[in-house]
């Protein structure tokens, strides 16, 4: 690519990109809990736009990210968003990250870093620590409950579906 | 507590798991993509029960813990599980353990560890690595797009609660 047609390249890239960062904001601002906004875009549409749900829902795991996904999916009737982007105000909390990978979006724009919500005592540090300890040491208590009936169900499932 | 009220207490504990744990695999038995289930308990009590949803709903992210969680937000009204006990037929994972967190759940109970779900092709493994991994070296691509307008969304929100 020549300079001038990079540069062309880039100036469009960065339009699009702020256009619809500017998008996912927008959707923050109606936000009931904290301001979380955040958009899916497939071949240059929004298929999805939403905004935190937690409050006017009464459930802790509706955050703009998941609230976006599930929508995205079902309006294309597909489980996979391979070859979508995600605009989101602010960069993914470790529930959400985790959404994405499942979800097979491919590339993620933030507005505010993870830092930045700690203006509005958002925190979201603590679980990611979490996660990332021993289970023994972890808050939550984890305990195994071993039992053969599931190993069956998982066998049986397998030998179902192969 | 005497010898033979602990012992007495331990029965009864473990029964009442075993009971729980034996209704999160009945669920799992109905899931339609992989054999996944989970309830909670809140004093004593059943207030959800669920499956995987994936394929049903076309949906990767609603998982049964997820599910359960959203379920048992709407029964009782409210957005914390605090005092309540989750029984999944698998190790949670990190989407779920995270939504665990955010829901305060006490305490976790599972029948299938991580490890034994690769039976039936089922890893999340990856994910748990990526998360640990810094941002640069993820599969998924995270750009961070500074913009003040986010900001002032955030102060304008703390502004508006306090």
Redesign the interface.
């Given at each position: 690519m020549g300079d001038i047609n990079k540069e062309y390249y880039n100036l469009k890239f960065n339009k699009l990109?702020?256009y619809y960062?500017?998008k996912a904001?927008e959707q923050?601002?109606n936000?009931d809990r904290?301001?979380f906004g955040a958009i899916i875009v497939k071949d240059n549409k929004i298929i999805s736009k939403c905004n935190n749900k937690?409050?006017s829902?009464?459930?802790?795991?509706?955050h703009a990210v998941?609230v976006a996904?599930?929508n995205a999916?079902?309006k294309i009737?597909?489980?996979?968003?391979e070859g979508c982007t995600l605009y989101t105000?602010?960069?993914p909390?470790?529930?959400c990250?985790?959404?994405?990978?499942?979800?097979?979006?491919?590339?993620?724009?933030?507005?505010?870093?993870r830092e930045?919500?700690s203006?509005?005592d958002f925190d979201d540090k603590?679980?990611?620590e979490?996660?990332?300890k021993k289970k023994d040491d972890r808050k939550?208590?984890?305990?195994?409950?071993?039992?053969n009936?599931?190993?069956d169900?998982?066998?049986?499932?397998?030998n179902k579906i192969h």
């Open positions: 990109n702020k960062i500017n904001i923050s601002s936000s904290g301001s937690v409050t829902l009464n459930v802790p795991i509706t998941i996904i599930r999916c079902e009737g597909n489980y996979s968003l105000s602010r960069e909390c470790s529930m990250l985790s959404a994405i990978y499942w979800s097979r979006i491919n590339i993620v724009y933030y507005a505010n870093a930045d919500a203006l509005i603590e679980i990611y979490e996660l990332f939550i208590k984890m305990h195994h409950l071993y039992n009936t599931i190993i169900t998982f066998v049986m499932w397998k």
